[in-house]
T-cell receptor, first 118, second 115 residues
Framework: NAGVMQNPRHLVRRRGQEARLRCSPV?????VYWYRQLPEEGLKFMVY????????ESGMPKERFSAEFPKEGPSILRIQQVVRGDSAAYFC???????FGGGSYEQYFGPGTRLTVT | AQKVTQAQTEISVVEKEDVTLDCVYE???????LFWYKQPPSGELVFLIR??????QNEISGRYSWNFQKSTSSFNFTITASQVVDSAVYFC????????????FGTGTRLTVIP
């Protein structure tokens, strides 16, 4: 019974390169969330996706960042032209379909991808 | 606007002492959910508990207990007879039923248990 999987666990990029972070949710989960944790800080919500749809991207920087959750395959968080300030841990979480009428399920987190921009 | 405040940045206790981690939240929703997560030195996030706003019963799970008080907007977490393995950063988080189920995290409390 695999949990949320993220790869790579560590990623080093030079300034200006692209970073691609992958997230495979818990089997059967249709909701994926991405969070960013800057050093010594709490996690900040970035984006919420369902299969083939972005539901809420209010926490995503307007430029250089994008996310997708295709019908087949993992969710991808893409950062173009990385800068030093992008160095952080990026966590993916998944949850089951929300109950009808609203509600909340606990989110299961992956181990995170630690991005270092040199 | 929603907000989660963990005023204690760092706490150190000696093994076997009890310790309480404070969490105060703000929300305009009448239906919301509160969570605690543990982040050990290895870095992953471990889910500990979820509580909905209509359930103010305190909960105990082994050495862990949670005290939810709507009157003071607090959801405090107590570890009894702390152990070295409890050393971690603990995050309190909030999600609102009117929102997209995303979590708003506090800044965390780093707990160090000294042997």
């Amino acid at each position: 019974n695999a949990g949320v999987m993220q790869n790579p666990r560590h990623l080093v990029r030079r300034r200006g390169q692209e970073a691609r972070l992958r997230c495979s949710p818990v089997k059967g989960h249709s909701h994926v969330y991405w969070y960013r944790q800057l050093p010594e800080e709490g996690l900040k919500f970035m984006v919420y996706l369902q299969k083939e749809n972005i539901i809420d991207e209010s926490g995503m920087p307007k430029e250089r960042f994008s996310a997708e959750f295709p019908k087949e395959g993992p969710s991808i968080l893409r950062i173009q032209q990385v800068v030093r300030g992008d160095s952080a841990a990026y966590f993916c979480a998944s949850s089951p379909t929300l109950p009808f009428g609203g509600g909340s399920y606990e989110q299961y987190f992956g181990p995170g991808t630690r991005l270092t921009v040199t | 606007a929603q907000k989660v405040t963990q005023a204690q940045t760092e706490i150190s206790v000696v093994e076997k002492e009890d310790v309480t981690l404070d969490c105060v939240y703000e929300t305009r929703d009448t239906t919301y959910y509160l969570f605690w997560y543990k982040q050990p030195p290895s870095g992953e996030l471990v889910f500990l508990i979820r509580r909905n706003s209509f359930d103010e019963q305190n909960e105990i799970s082994g050495r862990y207990s949670w005290n939810f008080q709507k009157s003071t907007s607090s959801f405090n977490f107590t570890i009894t007879a702390s152990q070295v393995v409890d050393s971690a950063v603990y995050f309190c988080a909030l999600s609102e039923a009117s929102g997209a189920n995303n979590l708003f995290f506090g800044t965390g409390t780093r707990l160090t248990v000294i042997p």
